[in-house]
T-cell receptor, first 115, second 114 residues
Framework: NAGVMQNPRHLVRRRGQEARLRCSPM?????VYWYRQLPEEGLKFMVY????????ESGMPKERFSAEFPKEGPSILRIQQVVRGDSAAYFC?????????????FGPGTRLLVL | KQEVTQIPAALSVPEGENLVLNCSFT??????LQWFRQDPGKGLTSLLL?????REQTSGRLNASLDKSSGRSTLYIAASQPGDSATYLC?????????????FGTGTQLKVEL
């Protein structure tokens, strides 16, 4: 059973470009979480999605950031008009169910560098 | 607002030593607590998950305890090895209608020297 997959692993963008980060959850997992790790900071929750639904986006910046988890295909975190402050590691996690007893399994992350 | 603190921020020990990493949280109404390991440039590996009704969990040389009322957890590593060198993160879950999102501490960077 493959783990959580994220691609690309590294992404370089110039200011003003768009960044698309992809996350394929573990097989059988329908709950996806995105976290961001800024340099020298801890991981911060961004958004929680189930198939075709955004459940909690309380950690998402108000502008330029969006996320989706379509019925088919990976979850996508999209950052429009990137700025240098968006440079960070973005981690996706998945779980089988919503319950508090469920372990979240993390992907290897996408490291975004904005020039 | 839940805040999670980890002490120490960094720790260097000789191989073979037993060590304790500390995690404290401000809101005791947690559902569970997880300890993770993060290697440089890599993702997170879940080490132990303790439900709020439990006091401790063990896996190999690792033992994690939870004292919910005092807002504390410890991760005990026995007979440390150079391969244990990594950043250790604790994270708590508070159940809301929005699911079990994790609130992370800032981590303890461990180095085990030969």
């Amino acid at each position: 059973n493959a783990g959580v997959m994220q691609n690309p692993r590294h992404l370089v963008r110039r200011r003003g470009q768009e960044a698309r980060l992809r996350c394929s959850p573990m097989k059988g997992h329908s709950h996806v979480y995105w976290y961001r790790q800024l340099p020298e900071e801890g991981l911060k929750f961004m958004v929680y999605l189930q198939k075709e639904n955004i459940i909690d986006e309380s950690g998402m910046p108000k502008e330029r950031f969006s996320a989706e988890f379509p019925k088919e295909g990976p979850s996508i975190l999209r950052i429009q008009q990137v700025v240098r402050g968006d440079s960070a590691a973005y981690f996706c996690a998945s779980s089988r169910q919503q319950g508090g007893g469920e372990t979240q399994y993390f992907g290897p992350g996408t490291r975004l560098l904005v020039l | 607002k839940q805040e999670v603190t980890q002490i120490p921020a960094a720790l260097s020990v000789p191989e073979g030593e037993n060590l304790v990493l500390n995690c404290s949280f401000t809101d005791s109404a947690i559902y569970n607590l997880q300890w993770f390991r993060q290697d440089p440039g890599k993702g997170l590996t879940s080490l132990l998950l303790i439900q709020s009704s439990q006091r401790e969990q063990t896996s190999g040389r690792l033992n994690a305890s939870l004292d919910k009322s005092s807002g504390r957890s410890t991760l005990y590593i026995a007979a440390s090895q150079p391969g244990d060198s990594a950043t250790y993160l604790c994270a708590v879950v508070i159940l809301t209608g929005g699911g079990n999102k994790l609130t992370f501490g800032t981590g303890t960077q461990l180095k085990v020297e030969l």
